[in-house]
């Protein structure tokens, strides 16, 4: 059985920076480009920033210049370094490792972003 943990989200004020971390039993995160999305509430869930398998990474527009997605195949984990967060950054964040189809998600971490 495949299991994807995501753990590292929480509260942070304004500016602040928070490291997410995802990790999986059952598959072997390193052959599987990993996603990191986000949903707000009443929004749609929506891509921050992948990686591939071979190490390119692709960021939108929101996570740009803010955001770092790595992997480290030594320890089969992924991670989501968020810097100057804004309260529009509020959501779940959610990792999805993906081979074909819709892949293998997570069940999120919660960030707040709040003064």
């Known amino acids: 059985q495949v299991q994807v943990v995501e753990s590292g989200g929480g509260l942070v004020q304004p500016g602040g920076s928070l490291r997410l971390s995802c990790a999986a039993s059952?598959?072997?995160?390193?052959?599987?480009?990993i996603g990191w999305w986000r949903q707000a509430p009443k929004k749609q869930r929506e891509l921050v920033a992948y990686?591939?398998?071979?190490?390119?990474?692709h960021y939108e527009n929101s996570a740009k210049g803010r955001f770092t997605i790595a992997r480290v195949n030594a320890n089969d984990t992924a991670y989501l370094q968020m810097h100057s967060l804004k309260p529009e950054d509020t959501a779940v964040y959610y990792c999805?490792?993906?081979?074909?189809?819709?892949?293998?998600w997570g069940q999120g971490t919660p960030v707040t972003v709040s003064s």
């Open positions: 999805n490792a993906k081979m074909t189809g819709d892949g293998y």
């Open positions: 990686i591939t398998d071979d190490g390119d990474t």
């Open positions: 059952g598959i072997v995160l390193r052959f599987y480009n």
